[in-house]
């Protein structure tokens, strides 16, 4: 009896992503290039070439703010992925000028502060947001919603655009050096003094999500997204006491301690202390699943830190 195997390769597409050397967009673009996609990456640092070619990028040497650039590589790409910055209007608008009217797919990497609640580490109200019921932004975050919305509203110039609106991204990045935004301040600002600190009691939750899911969620997004579509991404959650006093058990140091929003704010700046460190941000994303069939693998960041943050063949790019 013969048996028929049917392979079904997967369209190959040419890919033009943004921040290909750092934390998300890098991992992102290996992610696709070991897919069999042909990615292009931009890169501010001609240093990082090397490193990205080994990972199967071609390097595109330029920064956000060349407009020409930007919108040329889309033109020239089937699909486009920003992932240098989730605040960057000018770049945006770039993207979908060259894009307009082309039917491709456009995802853009926004972050889950945008409902953050500033609370100064505590849990206040902490209340739970949807993807179908997203409230006003603070003027804090008004501008990162505008950007959002620019990119949904791009749906309408015939782009089958996205907003990926990520949580707090663990793990660790495919571009040795590249690092999450939270964590690693977290566990910096303990390696200098010694005593791991939270804002406030620490009682502020975030929804968090791995690097590895998010990388393969995007790949998901490229294929089957439908045009103005807002995903949150998120696989679990976690209040910043846990998460500190995970790393300390796995730096061996001893308990954490609260620290006063202002103290804070000196060491991590008022965007990180108040948004990044010290507000609650929890969501629920029910569209990457219903819509694309993602299937996050990992769900506990607590996990993650005790038993792989510090693992012997990725310590420098900790978190
Ligand atoms: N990590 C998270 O948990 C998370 C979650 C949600 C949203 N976000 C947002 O997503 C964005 C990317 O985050 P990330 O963690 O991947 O940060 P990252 O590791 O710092 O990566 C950003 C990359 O973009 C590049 N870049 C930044 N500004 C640029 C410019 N003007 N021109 C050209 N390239 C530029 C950087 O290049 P260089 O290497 O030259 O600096 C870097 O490679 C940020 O806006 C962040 O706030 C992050």
């Not at 580490?121 to 919305?149: C, F, N, S, W």
């Not at 996205?162 to 571009?175: E, F, M, R």
């Not at 954490?256 to 108040?274: F, H, I, R, T, V």
């Not at 609650?280 to 993602?294: Q, T």
Request: glycine share 10%; aromatic share 6%; proline share 3%.
């Amino acid at each position: 009896m013969h048996v028929i195997v049917f392979l079904i390769k997967e369209n190959v597409l040419k890919i033009f992503i943004t921040g290909a050397s750092g934390f998300i967009g890098g991992s992102i673009a290996a992610h696709l290039a070991r897919a069999g996609h042909t990615v292009r990456g931009l890169i501010r640092n001609p240093d990082h070439s090397a490193e990205l070619q080994r990972l199967g990028i071609e390097p595109v040497i330029g920064t956000l703010d060349d407009r020409a650039l930007l919108s040329a590589e889309a033109q020239a790409a089937d699909a486009v992925i920003n992932a240098a910055s989730s605040d960057h209007e000018g770049a945006v608008k770039a993207l979908i000028d060259g894009l307009a009217g082309s039917g491709k797919t456009f995802l853009h990497t926004s972050g889950s502060s945008i409902v953050g609640d500033a609370s100064g580490g505590e849990a206040g109200q902490a209340r739970i947001y949807h993807e179908d019921a997203l409230p006003e932004p603070t003027a804090d975050k008004a501008a990162r919603v505008a950007i959002d919305q620019l990119v949904l509203d791009a749906a309408q110039q015939n782009i089958r655009s996205a907003v990926l609106c990520n949580t707090l991204i663990y793990g660790h990045g495919a571009v040795p050096g590249s690092a999450s935004v939270q964590l690693p301040r977290l566990v910096r600002q303990a390696q200098e003094s010694g005593v791991v600190r939270h804002v406030g009691s620490g009682g502020n939750i975030w929804s968090n999500v791995f690097i590895d899911d998010v990388a393969e969620l995007y790949r998901l997004a490229l294929d089957k997204t439908p045009g103005g579509t807002f995903y949150f991404v998120e696989s679990g959650e976690a209040s910043f006491r846990d998460m500190s006093a995970a790393i300390a058990r796995a730096m061996k140091l001893g308990a954490p301690q609260d620290w006063p929003l202002e103290e804070a704010q000196k060491e991590w700046g008022y965007e990180m202390a108040s948004y990044g460190l010290g507000s609650n941000s929890r969501v629920r994303g029910e569209r990457a699943r219903k819509l694309l069939g993602w299937q996050p693998k990992r769900t506990s960041v607590i996990d993650w830190i005790e038993h792989d943050m510090l693992s012997p063949e990725r310590t420098s790019s900790a978190a």
